[in-house]
């Protein structure tokens, strides 16, 4: 599975992005998705997850009611809308897929996924 992120940028503190992340390969579908970001300095961070079928989401306490992160199996894509940007959202951010072979809720912890994409850069301005 090859996963490309894109949609990163520069945005001023209230405003919002929409992180896309394209798969190619294996059965996207198969696979539960998460995006993670890190920070300069800090460590990588889960920032929300989704199942298989999209019927399951979970988030990071600090995105909980901002963020939303959603699926289209039609065009092997996964989506992260990011709104009420904060100066601590910025960060690289990557997206993940983690084999699981059936429906399981996603997960939080990176070592369980199998394959990451490149980071997209969101920078949010005070």
């Known amino acids: 599975v090859q996963l490309q992120a894109s949609g990163g940028g520069l945005v001023q503190a209230g405003g919002f992005l929409r992180l896309s992340c394209a798969a190619s390969?294996?059965?996207?579908?198969?696979?539960?998705m998460g995006w993670f970001r890190q920070a300069p300095g800090k460590e990588r961070e889960f920032v929300a997850g989704i199942s298989w079928s999209g019927g399951s989401t979970y988030y990071a306490d600090s995105v909980k009611g901002r963020f939303t992160i959603s699926r289209d199996s039609a065009k092997n894509t996964v989506y992260l809308q990011m709104n009420s940007l904060k100066p601590e959202d910025t960060a690289f951010y990557y997206c993940?897929?983690?084999?699981?072979?059936?429906?399981?809720?996603?997960?939080?912890?990176?070592?369980?996924?199998?394959?990451w994409g490149q980071g997209t850069l969101v920078t949010v301005s005070s």
């Open positions: 390969g294996r059965t996207f579908s198969t696979y539960a």
């Open positions: 993940a897929a983690e084999f699981t072979g059936r429906d399981n809720a996603p997960t939080s912890q990176s070592s369980e996924y199998d394959y």
